[in-house]
């Protein structure tokens, strides 16, 4: 069977049991510190994958990279993936709820560039105006890079405005060039 559709029918599973136990946010926070910990430490899959070492403490390790104080259903959930020997798409699981709990909550992700760190206000303003357009939450990550010279870049679901200095200034010179 295909590895995206049985992460997705767990993380099904997952995002219904979690919302009818009205812990759908902590376990949301639990998968996205799982999904974080599998790219931070690459060593994590391979380590759940290895059949050398015990299930207990394959789900004493996932529950750590799930953060502290798991709740039971994440806990549940790490066993039955671990019980039915699926341990190889748990991060797939992790991800693929992440991406059902924000359909469910129409929540976007919104990342603002800009060349210097910009004031609290400015990105709360930023995100208002997200939100207004979007009728949905922004997750919103800022990021500063000073290759972009000036201006900002506001990246969110399909749509990306760029008014960097330095997007300017090669338009210009692309325009002098014909």
Request: hydrophobic share 40%.
């Amino acid at each position: 069977m295909d590895i995206g559709v049985i992460s997705v029918r767990y993380a099904r599973a997952l995002l219904k049991c979690s919302t009818e136990l009205k812990v759908d946010d902590q376990v949301y926070q639990e998968m996205q510190s799982l999904a974080e910990s599998y790219l931070a430490v690459p060593e994590l899959r391979r380590t759940i994958e290895n059949p050398m070492i015990a299930r207990e403490k394959k789900a004493a390790l996932l529950s750590a990279a799930a953060g502290e104080n798991v709740c039971d259903v994440t806990k549940r959930c790490i066993d039955l993936v671990l019980k039915e020997g699926r341990e190889n798409v748990m991060q797939f699981i992790a991800n693929s709820f992440i991406t059902l709990y924000r359909q469910q909550n129409n929540i976007i992700r919104g990342k603002l560039t800009t060349a210097v760190a910009v004031t609290p206000a400015t990105e709360q303003k930023m995100r208002k105006m997200v939100e207004s357009r979007t009728n949905g939450t922004v997750e919103f990550k800022t990021e500063v890079n000073p290759d972009i010279l000036g201006g900002f870049v506001l990246e969110y679901d399909t749509y990306r405005m760029d008014t960097s200095v330095n997007t300017q200034l090669n338009n210009i010179l692309k325009q002098l060039a014909n």
